[in-house]
């Protein structure tokens, strides 16, 4: 496995090669980074599988460049597909469509839906482009972490989260720290409403204005195998606490106006709900680093990506 920094357009032409070679590049997207392979390839896919640990049946998003590739693997959807679709592409958001059948079974986990994902990220952009030139149609890209655990913000936490796991011919693509922080916001788009299935940067309130109407939050009904909707999931090595004070030399974090209680290790003060939302993952991963073993942390409150960071919150402090 290589890392690259600084890279031109002939590295990234050589990754899409690698890429329809079926070997894996892990690469940065807006949310966190991907662990990518190409969703033809079964091959690909169980590697993906094998290095993130991950059961074969927890079906991958496939990334495409736009939009217009999205009816190569989905069919069938209903009209406000396109609306969500038109407003929120590029960006932070993951579509669950009816299948055709080019989404085989080895990337949807037997399930006859399919998870769509435009990438916003100029990286993501340039490697989606220069891999649908080589004849590819997607890239499957789940989050390039171990199964159950923090996903990766950086270049740095895919190297130690996946590097010996990866082999020789796989890369990294290093662009620098996540933008958003948190994962895509899911959106199962399978009947006359959409409904979500993981809060993210894409909120339900801008959903419900685009859309004009009310979302139901009751996903309970919705038999889906999705690892983010586990209760546990998105957690470090250290117990996570949601309420209480830490002791001395726990970990700490919170908004910025809020002191750190004396002798607690404080790991980040974000300023405001994104930044909260960018750091976070790092903030967990630097805990584990320092062999801190309980994190106190306060949540942030309010609507917007405060949903979704709690969302991650709550997993991540499940059951430990
Ligand atoms: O922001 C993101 O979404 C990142 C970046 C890399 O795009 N990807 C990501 O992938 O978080 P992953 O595999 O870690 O999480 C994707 C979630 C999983 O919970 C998976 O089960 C769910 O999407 N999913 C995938 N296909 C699905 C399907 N057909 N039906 C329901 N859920 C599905
Ligand atoms: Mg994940």
Redesign the pocket.
């Known amino acids: 496995m290589s890392k690259i920094s600084k890279f031109s357009t002939t590295d990234i032409k050589n990754a899409a090669s690698l890429l329809k070679d079926g070997n894996l590049v892990a690469f940065p ?1 807006e ?5 990518g392979g190409d969703a033809e390839n079964k091959d690909a896919v169980a590697k993906i599988y094998q290095v993130k640990g ?1 059961p074969v049946d ?4 496939i ?1 495409i460049s736009a939009a217009e590739y999205m009816t190569k693997w989905a069919r069938d959807f209903p009209e406000y597909v396109l609306g969500l679709a038109s407003a929120f592409w590029p960006g ?1 958001m ?1 579509l ?1 469509l009816p ?1 055709t059948s080019t989404a085989k079974d080895f990337i ?2 037997g ?1 006859d ?3 769509i ?1 435009v ?1 916003s990220h100029v990286i993501a952009q340039a490697l989606l482009k220069e891999f649908e030139n080589r004849g590819g149609i997607g890239i499957a ?5 171990r199964f159950g655990a923090v ?1 990766p913000t950086t270049a740095n936490a895919v190297s130690s989260e996946l590097g010996q796991y990866l082999s020789s011919n796989d890369l990294i693509l290093d662009g620098g720290q996540c933008i ?1 922080g ?3 916001t ?1 959106i ?1 788009c399978r009947q006359a409403l959409p409904i979500i ?2 809060p ?1 940067k894409v909120t339900q309130e801008m959903i419900e204005e685009l859309l004009n109407i009310k979302i139901n939050l009751d996903n309970s009904v ?1 038999k ?6 586990y209760e546990s999931h998105y957690a470090p090595k250290a117990r996570i606490f949601l309420t209480g004070l830490p002791r001395v030399g726990d970990g700490y974090i919170a908004l910025s106006h809020l002191p750190t209680p004396e002798g607690a290790v404080r790991l980040a003060s974000p300023n405001n709900n994104e930044e909260y939302a960018q750091i976070l993952y790092m903030a967990l991963r630097s805990a584990d680093s320092k062999g801190i073993e309980k994190v106190v942390v306060t949540p942030p409150i309010g609507k917007g990506v405060a949903i979704a960071i709690n969302d991650r919150l709550k997993k991540a402090a499940f059951l430990q």
């Open positions: 997207t949310t966190v980074y991907g662990l991950r927890h079906p991958l998003i990334h932070p993951t669950i299948r949807t986990g399930q839906s399919v998870a994902r990438p890209a789940p989050s390039a972490n996903s958003i948190i994962e895509s899911i199962d299935l993981r993210g919705n889906i195998k999705a690892p983010g909707l």
